[in-house]
């Protein structure tokens, strides 16, 4: 295939000044490309310098970009067109913005100078030492700029002077002066030079150029001395000074401060003739971060900026225009080391730096366009066509296209994410350069990107296919493991984390894992493989912010590396990557993997190597074949999920819901081989449950499986024991398992071993420590779980996680599976487990119909609603029941399952043709000769014929029910009918028998007798189940009314006279209360159901009818307390009145006419109060006339005296004559005996039940009816 060198020029090296352009420098002019954004650039930047010597206002901006963006090449191409340099000035892109600036360039005289800020220990020494530096060599003649401090220049002087003597001193100096006539005496001048520069007639100009003229005088030296730094003459005297004396005072001298510096060079520069100075301040920003550990210094150097544009000193003769590179902001730099205050403090200064300079954006969408003309331009049209071919491949994909087009960054524009911007970086992605741009950034080297990527064509010119990319990882080697380290210190330790987690841990595992040595790592593909995929991850940690670096998974790292994997199974690279990967993660306890399908993969780069800690733990307390083997039962029972108590050998009592039955599955663990720790005993079951007895994978004497083979093959046979024996774990990973015991033992107990470890650790180390152990103990237990699932035989087995031999996995002692185990089935333990339980009890439990394998067992309650709705459907002529949709999951669940009964729709049936039991229990009974009854513990072992099905009771006692109810059959227990109406009630004692029924004339006529008598509605269906129903209802209803009517009875046959009654009258009022009586009665004591239906129908209640008779039944407890509460003696008065009054004599005739019609007809209660109330009304009407009531007892019996003879109760009532004492007789001066013959005095009574107060009421309507008043009050204790 084409080489990518036969395409484009690729050259055979690259050196280290390669491609790196310093401000100060000549321009690359050849190979500088000018994209559109550069040119807007250059643009903004020559309308600041037009706008600076045009106004004469210093200006400054910020020329903005990442490192490699070519600020300091973009610095010293404006240099060049300043000066007018005609191949800058001939730049493509460029002729507009020349012409234009030549309108305003010609004719000025403009001093560009660089600075490179890296080794400057304050703004002053850089800009004023670069100043004096820049223009001595540019005029070397000129006198020298006052930058320096004078203060200690002048003491010298003044030392010097006392021992030169003033005209060799002053001679000398003024010899050094410039502005001194040559060939003047200036020791004879010095004596006339006051008068002449101090005449009036003069002016101010001519007397200062006489003076400098005629030299330096004691008087003009003591001026000048005096004035402030920056002034002229001041600035003179220091000149001629250092010129003539202390030369070595312009290097070492101590620099003015900024301000002042400012105006001196300004002065200076134009006293040169310039009308201008620009300022070209290389790697400012990135020297100010470097510096952040000491914010005083940053926060004071950077507000130096501000001096650029505005000055206290007005006296700045020509402009500043300052230029000032900057990769980032400067409060990107700030770390958590400045604390609050010092970081608003230094904020607020940063910011107002930001505010009063511009800025120009040099963006990285400048990148490609560069990289393409200078880079990677093609040799030919013809080469550029295969080359777009190639591309056109890796567009076609889209599994990795999105992923590589990722060309941002966050919080920056980046270099573009669009098709033609990776065309033009081809065979570069902008995956691949944004990620070199931030890592640019994060070193802040002098690297730029098109050196780095040159350096990657280089390595690879022998190689590099037209159709391969380079990826990603192709960056981790010049730009991490090789180098300066970043200056920031918590990036310099995550850089250095990052290379030495890679050169002393991953390189040498991945060395091992591919069975390789250093020597035969080139050119070895898997090796390779693995190396970029960590290299890549190990990037992601380093510059999370790329957006294609972000949460790494499968996809991505196969992306970023695209051409590295190939599958024979397309889209298969994904499950390569993740093996590939869990492989290390295995051994590293720094990679990780979350969970998914897709999971996200991560690198912890740390300082401290956290795997030490193990070496803290000693063998004997984690390693040895006890701890292990207690460890792999853990984890395998964690995995299976096993619960339940422990048995008397250790086993353990595991429930299994299967078919609806909690079965127990009794599960052992040990190493079968070893008579000692696994007697006979603890292989073989208890019962008549299964037994698995899991072997551990490995055997601490180093016995081989087969010898647990022969301890089988010795054992009886026919128990149902199943031995599950594992394959033995590698060599590796055992090693892992002892790592995570190690770890479990450490992080164990209340956390005082972990302490232990750790004492002479940091906080944050411990913290650290303790969360690697937890990741590196999750990652462990995965592996080792992984490598279990081989060893039981979920998962193929892979030769470096277990030990393959010819023994297999499971074996039995029950030669009926035997041969039906197979291998365990399931993608898990758990899986594997819950089938192979499932696949015993399956075998043991065969029979058919039952309810599905993994069926729960059915509640109480849902049994219930099955008995439920089949009594409604046998009591129903259609044999169906209507389920509401609440219902219908559970019948469906279990019947149409069983065959017990059908749920279709919305609809149960049960019917011979829908139960299977009914038909099977009669069929199996019949053979036994058990037709007209059943006895229930036969009915059982027909369940499990003829293949058992182990059911649980309760459902085995729901099918019965259902059957009986099915078949018309009713319960007996002892030759004795009894109701089963619970689930539950059923026992082996019970018998099913077809019972006695009534005739269907007696049903009938009984069912519609009920209705009347009673206002119940029974099931017209004659069948045991509604005539049990029936006996019971019409049992109750008898039980609730007829201790009413035979009270009626009573209260009737009581007051017969006064109702004008006959006692022993056989029909009437009273007769059909007797018969009603007397059958409620014996109903209500009656226990076989068909006499009772008999006695119902048959029953004579004389000359009524059944409504009639319901009435009676219905009105029986208003009558009885109607009867009860009425005041017999004010009727018994009125009966013995009617012989001499004929009102008297209309009202018993009423009274007597109501009695006797039945109350269907005439309501009595109703009656015998509207004949009361007359009676009462005519006894008021004939009492005796009192006489006067006399005056009240003066003193009354503050506490009556309660008849002893009475108990005390829950009311008092107390009886007086309304009138008084006197009416009732009551002698109120003759000590209590009554005034009035026949009068009786107040009585009073505890009333404390029925009794007791019907007593009192015939009293008292006795009193009414002799024409007495009476005054009735009560109170409640």
């Not at 050196?451 to 080697?477: H, Q, S, Y």
């Not at 889209?571 to 390569?576: C, K, S, T, V």
């Not at 149902?720 to 060599?731: A, I």
């Not at 004579?1100 to 219905?1114: E, F, H, N, P, V």
Request: aromatic letters at 6%; charged letters at 25%; hydrophobic letters at 40%.
């Amino acid at each position: 295939m084409t080489l990518l060198r036969d395409l484009i020029t690729i050259p055979t090296s690259v050196g280290d000044s390669d491609f790196v352009v310093r401000a100060a420098a000549g321009a690359d002019l050849t190979n500088y490309v000018v994209t559109d954004q550069l040119r807007d650039s250059f643009t903004k930047a020559l309308a600041k310098v037009q706008h600076a010597v045009t106004t004469g206002r210093s200006q400054a901006t910020f020329l903005h970009g990442s490192f490699g963006s070519g600020k300091s090449h973009f610095m010293a191409v404006l240099r060049e067109i300043l000066h007018g340099n005609p191949d800058a000035r001939a730049l493509r892109n460029l002729g507009e913005q020349v012409t234009v600036a030549d309108r305003w360039l010609t004719g000025r005289r403009l001093l560009t100078l660089t600075f490179h800020m890296l080794d400057a220990r304050s703004v002053e020494q850089a800009v004023l030492e670069g100043y004096l530096n820049q223009i001595t060599a540019l005029h070397p003649d000129a006198p020298t700029p006052a930058v320096h401090r004078s203060d200690a220049l002048l003491t010298d002087a003044a030392r010097l002077r006392a021992r030169m003597g003033d005209e060799a001193f002053f001679a000398a100096l003024s010899d050094a002066d410039p502005g001194v006539a040559a060939g003047s005496d200036a020791a004879g001048s010095a004596a006339g030079s006051a008068s002449a520069v101090s005449s009036d007639d003069e002016t101010p100009g001519l007397a200062v150029l006489h003076s400098q003229r005629q030299g330096w005088t004691a008087d003009r030296y003591a001026a000048a001395a005096a004035e402030p730094p920056g002034t002229a003459d001041r600035d003179r005297l220091v000149t001629a000074l250092t010129t003539a004396f202390f030369t070595n005072a312009v290097r070492s001298g101590e620099y003015l401060d900024l301000d002042t510096g400012l105006a001196v060079i300004t002065r200076h520069a134009s006293n040169l003739g310039y009308d201008g100075i620009v300022l070209f301040l290389d790697e400012m920003i990135l020297w100010l971060s470097t510096k952040m550990s000491d914010h005083v210094f940053v926060n004071t150097e950077g507000a130096k900026l501000n001096k650029l544009v505005e000055s206290a000193d007005a006296d700045r003769p020509i402009p500043l225009i300052s230029f000032v590179a900057r990769q980032r902001n400067l409060e990107e730099f700030l770390g958590p080391q400045v604390g609050g205050t010092e970081r608003e403090v230094l904020a607020l200064v940063l910011r107002s730096v930001q505010g009063r300079l511009g800025e120009i954006p040099l963006a990285d969408t400048n990148l490609p366009e560069i990289t393409e003309k200078r880079l990677l331009k093609p040799r030919s049209d013809d080469a550029k066509a295969e080359i777009d071919r190639a591309f056109a491949v890796v567009r076609g994909n889209r599994q990795v296209w999105d992923i590589l087009l990722l060309g941002a960054q966050y919080g920056d524009a980046g270099i573009g994410s669009d098709a033609t911007a990776f065309r033009k970086l081809y065979p570069f992605s902008p995956a691949l350069v944004a990620t070199l741009v931030a890592l640019s950034q994060a070193l802040q080297r002098e690297r730029t990107a098109i050196k780095v990527m040159t350096e990657l064509l280089v390595e690879r010119r022998d190689t590099l296919r037209i159709n391969d990319l380079i990826g990603v990882a192709a960056l981790f080697e010049p730009l991490v493991l090789r180098g300066e380290l970043p200056d920031r210190v918590e990036l310099k330790q995550r850089f250095q984390a990052a290379r030495e987690l890679y050169g002393k841990k991953l390189r040498p595992l991945l060395l091992r894992l591919n069975g390789i040595t250093e020597a035969d790592a080139a050119g070895n593909t898997q090796f390779e493989l693995d190396d970029k995929l960590i290299k890549t991850v190990l990037l992601g940690a380093l510059v999370p912010e790329v957006p294609a670096l972000h949460n790494l998974t499968a996809g991505k790292l196969h992306a970023l590396n695209f051409g590295t994997i190939t599958s024979p199974i397309p889209g298969y690279e994904h499950q390569i990557v993740l093996n590939r990967l869990n492989k290390v993660a295995n051994e590293a306890g720094e990679l990780h993997l979350t969970d998914g399908a897709d999971p996200v993969v991560t690198i912890e780069l740390h300082t401290v190597d956290y795997d030490k800690l193990l070496d803290w733990v000693r063998p004997e307390e984690a390693t040895t074949g006890g701890a292990l083997q207690q460890l792999l039962r853990e984890l395998v029972s964690t995995e299976i999920g096993l619960t339940g108590a422990t048995g008397q050998l250790g086993e353990l009592q595991h429930p299994r819901e299967w078919r609806g039955r909690r079965h127990t599955v009794q599960v052992k663990f040990g190493n079968v081989r070893d008579a000692d720790s696994m007697p006979v005993a603890a292989l073989l079951p208890t019962g008549d449950a299964w037994r698995i007895v899991i072997d551990y994978p490995f055997d601490p004497q180093g016995r081989p499986r087969s010898d647990d083979r022969a301890r089988i093959e010795a054992l009886p046979r026919g128990e149902r024991s199943v031995f599950w024996l594992p394959l033995y774990l590698s060599d590796q990973t055992m090693g892992h398992l002892a790592q995570l015991s190690k770890i479990n033992y450490l992080l164990g107990g209340t956390g005082e071993r972990y302490n232990d470890a750790v004492r002479d650790w940091s906080v944050s180390e411990r913290q650290q420590g303790r969360a690697y152990l937890q990741q590196r103990q999750t990652q462990l237990r995965g592996t080792v779980v992984n490598a279990l699932k081989q060893a039981y035989g979920i998962a193929v087995a892979q030769p470096g996680d277990v030990v393959e031999d010819s023994v297999g996995v499971l074996h039995t002692l029950d030669d009926a599976v035997d041969g039906e185990l197979g291998d365990p089935r399931g993608g898990t333990l758990a899986q594997a487990f819950h089938n192979l339980t499932g696949q015993l009890l399956a075998a043991t439990y065969p029979g058919r119909p039952a309810l599905p394998e993994d069926e729960k067992p059915p509640t109480s309650a849902e049994l219930a609603k099955v008995l439920t709705y089949a009594r409604q459907a046998v009591a129903d002529p259609t044999r169906g029941a209507t389920v509401p949709a609440t219902d219908q999951r559970t019948l469906r669940r279990i019947c149409n399952n069983l065959q017990l009964g059908e749920l279709a729709d919305h609809r149960y049936v049960l019917t011979t043709s829908t139960s299977y039991w009914t038909r099977h229990l009669l069929q199996r009974a019949a053979v036994d000769g058990h037709r007209d009854s059943f006895p229930v513990h036969r009915l059982r072992g027909y369940l499990d014929q003829p293949e058992p099905r182990g059911f649980d009771r309760s459902l085995q006692n729901l099918i019965l029910c259902v059957f009986a109810l099915d078949h018309q059959l009713a319960w007996y227990l002892n030759e004795g009918q009894v109701t089963v109406d619970r689930v539950d009630a059923v026992t082996d004692a019970h018998e099913l028998k077809f019972p006695p029924m009534p005739s269907d004339a007696d049903w009938h006529r009984a069912i519609e007798r009920a209705q009347h008598l009673f206002g119940q509605v029974l099931p017209a269906w004659l069948i045991p189940a509604n005539l049990a129903k029936a006996a019971a209802q019409v049992r109750k209803a008898a039980t609730e009314r007829g201790p009413a009517v035979s009270d009626l009875l009573d209260q009737l046959t009581a007051h017969a006279g006064t109702l004008g009654l006959d006692p022993a009258a056989d029909t009437g009022r009273i007769g059909v209360t007797r018969r009603l009586a007397r059958l409620l009665t014996d109903l209500r004591h009656e226990r076989d159901d068909v006499v009772l239906i008999a006695q119902l129908a048959g029953a004579d209640l004389g000359d009524i009818d059944d409504a009639t008779a319901g009435t009676a039944i219905a009105s029986a407890p208003t009558m009885v307390r109607a009867l009860r509460d009425t005041q017999w003696a004010v009727l018994t008065a009125i009966t013995s009145m009617a012989a001499d009054d004929q009102r008297a004599r209309a009202l018993v005739d009423r009274l007597h006419t109501a009695a006797g019609h039945h109350q269907h007809s005439l309501d009595l209660v109703g009656e015998l109060h509207a004949v009361f109330g007359a009676a009462a009304a005519l006894l008021a009407e004939r009492r005796p006339t009192s006489t006067p009531d006399p005056a009240p007892d003066p003193n009354p019996d503050p506490n009556p005296r309660p008849n002893p003879q009475l108990p005390d109760g829950d009311a008092t009532i107390t009886v007086a004559d309304p009138s008084g004492t006197r009416a009732m007789g009551y002698d109120h001066t003759g000590g209590g005996s009554p005034a009035v013959p026949g009068a009786k005095p107040p009585r009073q009574r505890t009333i404390v039940d029925e009794a007791g107060l019907k007593e009192l009421t015939d009293e008292i309507g006795g009193e009414l009816a002799q024409g007495r008043r009476v005054r009735i009050t009560w109170e409640t204790e």
